[in-house]
């Protein structure tokens, strides 16, 4: 595992990649949409946790291993990582499947794609919101959030 990059996220994709046809949401849609969402999320965030620690305690497990004595725990930690990181990339594919993005394991980001001003856009909701209350452009991503007008709230 390590150089290979997982350390920074446990799947091969980078999270968020569209996959298949592209939906648009509504604000309502969106909020519809958010109990399902939510609790995914809510399970992404919560095994990304699990696999950050297995793949600290597989590093600190590699550390005592050497090529003549290795350290079996270092292969259970490997495996439990391993096992980790395919269970969250199925709860991103769930989400791709509902057609929204997944941005973000540590604050659980997650961008609908809708169109604002003839232009497409993200609505943007964060584990702990209520509900959709942000929007963004395409290229501008979390720092860029602004408030939804309240007119749009439909």
Not at 1 to 20: C, H, V
Not at 48 to 53: Q, V
Not at 105 to 133: H, Q, S
Not at 139 to 144: E, I, V
């Amino acid at each position: 595992m390590p150089g290979s990059g997982a350390r920074d996220r446990p799947g091969a994709r980078a999270a968020g990649e569209p996959r298949g046809a592209r939906r648009r949401f509504s604000v309502a849609d969106a909020n519809r949409a958010l109990p399902l969402i939510r609790r995914i999320v809510e399970d992404i965030v919560s095994e990304y946790a699990r696999w950050r620690e297995m793949v600290h305690e597989y590093e600190l497990a590699s550390a005592l291993s050497t090529a003549d004595a290795p350290n079996p725990e270092a292969e259970h930690f490997q495996r439990a990582a391993q096992a980790s990181a395919e269970e969250i990339e199925q709860f991103v594919a769930e989400l791709e499947a509902l057609g929204v993005h997944f941005k973000g394991f540590d604050l659980g980001l997650v961008d609908f794609p809708t169109e604002r001003d003839g232009r497409e856009v993200f609505l943007c909701w964060k584990l702990g919101e209520p509900n959709v209350a942000f929007w963004h452009d395409v290229d501008d991503g979390y720092s860029g959030r602004q408030p939804l007008r309240p007119a749009a709230a439909g």
